[in-house]
Structures are given as structure tokens and as C-alpha cells.
């Protein structure tokens, strides 16, 4: 019996689109996702005008990039769970005895979650145009990439801490929602930071997410050479490096 050599990009597109199959048989579950992100933007954004005394259209183009950062933030950080459930049905134990390479499995999990990601920044800035904001196509292009770097990366993350807690499910949320809320919170994605506490801004100059939300920034008002750009996909992909080796050395691991 023959054993044909696998691809690895073969075998992560082909988990890519096994993925994909049941949001693309239930569309549901990604229309129940948007409201999250359009319940802030209706919210945060009218206090932000109000308080900013700038016009919508400038406030709009501050506020937006970080919302969309914040869609791939909770997005990719609950990925851990659809692994969590695998785990659970016994589907994961049979994707391990597939003649695949264990990080196709990882790197496709996480890159599903990019197609989400897609269509509701396509709908944010859809629903915000009206009301001023405006779209660089090249630079939201390049943002969507920057988002897809550090998705992979902090997806891997996830699938890492769903693979430590397989037993005990508490431990993935608890973990989850106390790295997820500090990192949304230090990164200037809904409120600046420029006026708060010292200590606040250096521990923003550590979190990686804060350069992610200045690139998104700066590429969506279309200033694609701008070093905060260089910067952001500096953090990205210094965590993708991260993430993957840690997530590829558990799923390595996984039994």
C-alpha cells in the first residue's frame, strides 16, 4: 500500500473549506455575529462624536478601523471552543488519524475564521459611508491582510488553550475573557488612551493589539506609507510566529 505524500498547503486548504462548509449551510450564525460590532458602533460611536467635538466623519474614521480590529479580536479568540466541541463529539480525535499535517489542521481552523471577518467589515463600512466615513480600497485591502496575520496568530493561541483545558471547559473561558478584555481595552480601539493614566499607556506600548489598531487607522485613511503600518505588521507577525509555534507544538502533542 502506497501512502502519497501530503501537501501541506493541499491539506490546509482542504481543512479551510471543511470549515467553511457549515457557515456556508447555516448563514445564521454570521448574521447573529454582526450585531456585536453594529451594537458598538451604534452606541460608542454618537458619545464619541458628541464628546470628540470633531466632525462624524473624522470621528468615524477613528473609530471604525478599531471596530473591525475587534471583530478579528473576538472572532479568532473564541476559535478554542469549535475545538472544545470537537473534542467533546470525539470529531477532533478522528481528524488526528487523517493522513494530514497536524499544523494544516491548526492553520486552516484559524484562516476560517478570516471569511467572518470579511463580510462584516464589508457591512460596517457599508452601514457607516452614509454617515461619513470613507474607504482607501487599497488600504483596506492591506488591512484585511494585517488582520488575517494576526488572526492566524492569536486563532493558533486559542486552539493552544482549548488543547490545555480539554478537560476542564471553565478554564477556557476564564483564561479567555481575562486576556481578551485587558487586551481590548489597552489597545485604544474604542476610547483613546492619550488621556488616560501613565500606567495605562505603557502597558498599551506592550500589547501588540495597540499597534495593530494604529496601522488599521492609518490604512483605512489611506496612508499606506505610514511607519505605524510597518509597526503593525511587526506586532502581527511576531504573534502569527508565536501563536503557530505554540499552537502547532500542541496540536503536535494532542492525543
Known sequence: MTITPTSPVRDTANVLVRELRPVVRDPFSLIFSLLQPLVFLGLFGPLLVASSGQPASETLQWFVPGILVMIALFGTGTTGSNLLF?????????????????????IGRALKEMAPIIVQAGVIALVTIPFGFSVNPAGMLIGLVLLAVFGLGFGS??????????????????????????????SGMLLPLEGGPAWMQVAAAFNPLSYVVTAERALFAGDLSSPA???????????????????????????
Open 229 to 255: 503600518v510597518l509597526w503593525g505588521f511587526v506586532a502581527a507577525i511576531v504573534l502569527a510566529a508565536i501563536g503557530l509555534a505554540v499552537g502547532i507544538r500542541s496540536m503536535k502533542k494532542s492525543r
Open 157 to 186: 493561541l486559542s486552539y493552544a488553550l482549548a488543547l490545555a483545558s480539554r478537560n476542564r471547559d471553565w478554564m477556557f473561558w476564564a483564561v479567555q475573557q481575562a486576556t481578551v478584555f485587558p487586551l481590548m481595552i489597552l
Open 86 to 106: 470537537e473534542m467533546q463529539t470525539g470529531s477532533h480525535e478522528r481528524t488526528l488519524v487523517a493522513p494530514i499535517a497536524r499544523s494544516s489542521l491548526l
